[in-house]
């Protein structure tokens, strides 16, 4: 594609009023409005596209980026790309509840920059500063301070960090997807990236660290974290997003060959250095085909944070393709010295509007071996919600998306104590309880999801998960056409996409592997369109 002088998009682009009323008017005639609603529209007969997740309103997207909460409304920003100038925009939509999301105009366009990668925001009281990576250029800063974010101004009109010297030569970092934060009178920021290996020259992940007072002039500092034995050679630092969660830090990132993932640790503000002390993954694999990608995060104003990431597909879709998991809350589990390196997480907001034609049923007991159907349940647009007392089973098996005769079936797994076995927990139990010092382990096996020769199962998603003694297994099964999500006892989660073939391939039922088990409580709902 031929671009315009300086990279100047080719898509319109508007100057919005400074205040709300006027604004909302004027977004009720924009010609953006108007055609993602109309695109919205045209997609809706795919069946693959998702009911109750955000997708772009037309063509593709990638990262979530600069998720953030300003004027009572939360702001989710992602790279998009407009059809008449494909290239990296980003795209912006807003939620009062982080379920139901209303599309805006793109937000930030290329210029000078050939395209805005990703980036994060800083919610500041008068104003929101995005900083995100401008290719061919550098580092990039924007603010905003109207009502909707709709009107943004790049500060300096260039990048703030530059990709090279001014010579052409290379900087002893490197300049890629920042994130931004503030502490007393000085602004920081990451920019993920790479460093060799010291001996086989291999990629390791990387932050480098900046310091800035006013915004436009920015000093290198160091590389940001130390202690970090958990990522491995191969892993790079993408989408970085560094807050402060519970009483620990978190920095999340994303992986080009192993997936979105997450350093926990101690913060030393003196030195500028973070104190990494355990890790933890939001996909158990490549990130591709299928698989969960990058991050946006943003605090929750309790503590915690609020995470979205977008997910890449396994089949291909006329006219799009990523879509975004549902919101997600994290937060540190506990306070003793295991749990403070362990994550709680959940699904985060108004999940229950969504809501309709609720089924309950208790007690269901499951004899060993014997798959029992749940006739009650069915369809590819739902929640299930199980309480499960697994007793003497060694496999709890739940199969959805199951078609009648079984040729299609998509199966969640919970195996009991067959994880890593943690030592500090080993330590605190008798010898007759070691066995309850293992992980168990929640799998998704997607190998019999699609019977279609043009789509890619994705390998076995496993994923460790701790039950103490005698605590029941609950899970939280979100099923959204292509999209499938499992949060597990709300200490770990699962997503992967799954394209059914079969209209009747909407069935569920559970099993109970070797052993008798019985679901205390079964919850079902239908979920409504957010479009």
Known sequence: MGLTKNNV??????????????????????????????????????????????????????????????NGLWHLFYQGYPPEDPRQH???????????????????????????FSGSTLVEEDRVIAMYHGTEEGNMIATSNDPLLLNWDKITGKSVIPINKPDGSSWPYRV?????????????????????????????????????????????????IEGDIFTIIGDDGACPYFWPIGNRYILLFFSHMSGGQSLIGDYDKKKKKF???????????????????????????????????????????????QIMTLPRKINILGKNNIEKDMIKIEPAGDIESIRYEEFTKKDIFLPANEEICINEINGNSIEIIAEININSSSIIELNVLKSPDKEEFTRICFFANRGYRNWERYDRWDQQKRIDASDGIISIDSSQSSLSSNTLSRPTESAPVYLKPKENLELRVFIDKSVLEVFVNKKQALAMRVYPSRKDSTGVSFKSQGGTSKIIKLKNWKMKNIY
């Open 9 to 70: 998009s080719m898509v319109p682009k508007f100057t919005f009023a400074q205040d709300l009323e006027t604004q909302k008017n004027q977004l009720k005639s924009n010609i953006l409005v108007k055609r993602f609603s109309k695109s919205r529209k045209d997609f809706s007969k795919d069946k693959y596209r998702p009911n109750y997740h955000y997708v772009s309103p037309e063509s593709t997207m990638n990262d979530p980026n600069g998720l953030c909460f300003w």
């Open 90 to 116: 980003w795209g912006h939509a807003i939620s009062k509840n982080l379920i139901h999301w209303e599309d805006l105009p793109y937000a930030i366009y290329p210029s000078p920059e050939k395209a805005c």
């Open 176 to 224: 890629f997807d920042p994130c931004i934060w503030k502490e007393d009178n000085a602004y920081y920021a990451l920019s993920g990236g790479t460093l060799p290996h010291k001996n086989s020259k291999r990629r390791t992940r990387a932050n480098f660290l900046f310091e800035s007072r006013d915004l436009k002039s920015w000093k290198y500092l160091h590389p940001f």
């Open 275 to 321: 104190l990494v002390t355990s890790h933890h993954k939001f996909n158990f694999g490549s990130a591709f085909p299928g698989g969960l990608h990058a991050p946006s995060a943003t605090p929750d104003g309790n503590g915690g944070i609020i995470a979205i990431f977008n997910m890449n597909p396994a089949k291909e879709t006329k006219g799009w393709d």
